[in-house]
């Protein structure tokens, strides 16, 4: 699996993997649209808690936001699998 620090997004796309080749720009619009999403959220359950808008992202910071990737190749035997997926 791949693990990696997603904001800000400026300072750590250099350290992401370069290939497959369009990955930093794929990874990069889409942790953009979590990170917005993310703040959204934790705008809405610290208001919720009677709190300022932006009480909870000031307390997890800037580096709160992480990418997990995990990579399952395929079955060789899928008639043998038992399961939903």
């Given at each position: 699996y791949?693990?990696?620090?997603?904001?800000?997004?400026?300072e750590?796309?250099?350290?992401?993997?370069?290939?497959p080749a369009?990955?930093?720009?794929?990874?990069?619009?889409?942790s953009?649209?979590?990170r917005?999403l993310?703040?959204?959220?934790?705008?809405?359950?610290?208001?919720?808690?009677?709190?300022?808008s932006?009480?909870?992202?000031?307390?997890?910071?800037?580096?709160?936001?992480?990418?997990?990737?995990?990579?399952?190749?395929?079955?060789?035997?899928p008639?043998?699998?038992?399961?939903?997926?």
């Amino acid at each position: 699996y791949l693990t990696h620090p997603c904001h800000p997004l400026e300072e750590v796309i250099g350290s992401w993997p370069e290939k497959p080749a369009a990955y930093r720009e794929i990874a990069g619009k889409y942790s953009g649209e979590l990170r917005a999403l993310i703040l959204r959220l934790l705008a809405a359950i610290s208001e919720a808690l009677g709190l300022d808008s932006n009480y909870l992202n000031k307390i997890l910071g800037k580096h709160s936001h992480m990418m997990s990737i995990n990579y399952y190749p395929p079955c060789p035997n899928p008639d043998l699998t038992i399961g939903a997926a």
